[in-house]
């Protein structure tokens, strides 16, 4: 420490007791290096020429990787090293001290107005005296310079970003994205001691400076993770990959675009459509959707779909099968599913993602139509048929219609004509109460009608015992 000038240490103090003078409980300490600040020149001619100087890590890599000369001018700090007291491990002081470390490069601890501290009395006595070697007798030093100083007692330096190069684990990985760092590269090949793959993540200062070029890296970083998850990657835990490569915390970075005609035509043609319909139908098995899945994969994860959400478990599934080209069967052993329960979240991911497909299409083919800026018309369903119910019901009034008129009809013919009063006189009169009821047949037909011949009856023969007839 004491030959690199530029490498610090911060250590997060517990309870300081003046009175006492013992040194106070280290609870964490972080060890950071300054680097960058580098001349463009100097980057241009060294990256011509294929080499990677030693010393500062991450803007050397950085400019490797996406041949860019002018990120090594900026100004950054690496955490080599953040190192937690054994006994007070896992309860956020390390989180703390990160935290602090930020608010302190971001100028969120004002110095004292007076920068004269005793710590330059001291360097300026020492730089008055004989430094003549011959002469100089070695004896302990009676005034030495404070071994910490409070944050507040030093300015800080200006940074642009700060960074951490570690081996990337499912932890670590975790911890890192919490505090707000970006994973911008990540080793293909890992590493001879450890066996982890190393990783760089960044993240910005708030400062004047504009610091979307952390977008542009990591939009590019997940693009070709992507396509490496297939190859280097295959290996990962699916939880890994897509812990790298899917950062809720820093969705702002990568902003989603809706899915338009142009991108849907480059990865799927309408036969592609109807497979993925006769799939959601259940009309087909998985297999035969199996050559699209990378396709949709990639365009979900660039976010390339708009506001579409899946589940972890469901993002898991589809950055497995559709990126690490893994099988049903290890993917299920490896969330620790059922086979038949994950084929079931396959198919609900790959519903959802068919909907957005056609509500694309639609929209296109409302636009060419010219039906898009129209007023919409509400839709009066047509009625194509009765139900049964409703047919017995209308055959039910027509034959009571018909029936009232009939006996309306009926009523008219047999109606007995004359008012009550010519009814009560012709009662009072007592005449002949004989009726006659007129009839056109003549009496004659009338008398015969009665007649008739009373039937003969048969002649009774006896027969003799023993005799004849």
């Known amino acids: 420490m004491s030959d690199a000038p530029a490498h610090h240490l911060f250590c997060l103090l517990g309870p300081v007791d003046v009175k006492k003078a013992t040194l106070p409980e280290v609870l964490c300490v972080i060890q950071v290096c300054l680097e960058g600040q580098v001349s463009r020149d100097s980057v241009k001619s060294t990256l011509s020429q294929g080499r990677k100087p030693s010393g500062d890590l991450i803007p050397w890599t950085i400019a490797q990787q996406f041949q860019d000369s002018e990120f090594p001018s900026l100004c950054g700090a690496r955490i080599v090293r953040i190192a937690t007291h054994p006994d007070y491990q896992s309860m956020g002081y390390g989180s703390k001290a990160l935290e602090l470390l930020k608010d302190y490069y971001e100028f969120k601890f004002q110095p004292l107005e007076d920068s004269k501290t005793a710590y330059d009395d001291i360097d300026r006595d020492l730089d008055h005296e004989d430094a003549d070697l011959l002469s100089e007798k070695i004896e302990p ?23 951490v190069s570690y081996g990337v684990t499912q932890p670590l990985l975790k911890f890192w994205k919490r505090a707000g760092f970006v994973p911008v590269y990540v080793r293909q090949t890992p590493n001879e001691v450890t066996g982890e793959h190393s990783t760089l993540m960044l993240k910005t200062m708030d400062s004047d400076v504009d610091s979307s070029w952390l977008q542009h890296y990591s939009s590019d970083f997940r693009r070709r993770f992507l396509s490496l998850l297939s190859y280097q990657f295959r290996d990962f835990p699916t ?130 139509l010219g039906l898009k800026d129209q007023p919409d018309v509400p839709f009066v369903p047509k009625q194509i048929g009765q139900g049964l119910m409703e047919e017995l019901e209308s055959a039910d009034r027509s034959i009571k219609k018909k029936q009232k008129l009939e006996l309306e009809r009926l009523k008219e013919d047999f109606e007995i004509k004359g008012s009550d009063e010519a009814w009560d006189e012709a009662l009072k009169s007592g005449g002949n109460t004989i009726l006659s ?33």
């Open 141 to 163: 030093r009676s005034s030495l310079p404070p071994l910490l100083l409070k944050l507040h007692e030093r300015s800080p330096e200006r940074l642009d970003y700060l960074g």
């Open 437 to 469: 009821i007129r009839s056109e047949r003549p009496i004659s037909d009338k008398s015969n009608k009665f007649d008739f011949e009373p039937p003969k009856k048969k002649k009774k023969s006896f027969h003799k015992k023993g005799g004849k007839k």
């Open 239 to 368: 939880s890994l990959s897509l812990a790298v490569c899917y950062n809720k915390k820093g969705s702002d970075l990568c902003e989603s675009t809706n899915l338009t005609t142009q991108v849907l035509e480059h990865y799927i043609t309408k036969y592609d459509l109807k497979r993925l319909d006769l799939y959601c139908k259940n009309l087909a098995d998985y297999h035969l959707i199996m050559d699209l899945l990378p396709s949709i994969s990639r365009m979900f994860f660039l976010n390339q779909l708009g506001d579409t959400k899946l589940s972890a478990v469901q993002a898991a599934i589809l950055l497995g099968i559709g990126m690490q080209h893994k099988t049903v069967d290890v993917l299920s052993k490896e969330l620790e599913l059922v086979p038949t329960q994950l084929l079931g979240l396959f198919n609900k991911i790959i519903r959802k993602l068919y909907q957005v497909f056609m509500s694309t299409t639609e929209h296109a083919i409302e636009e060419s």
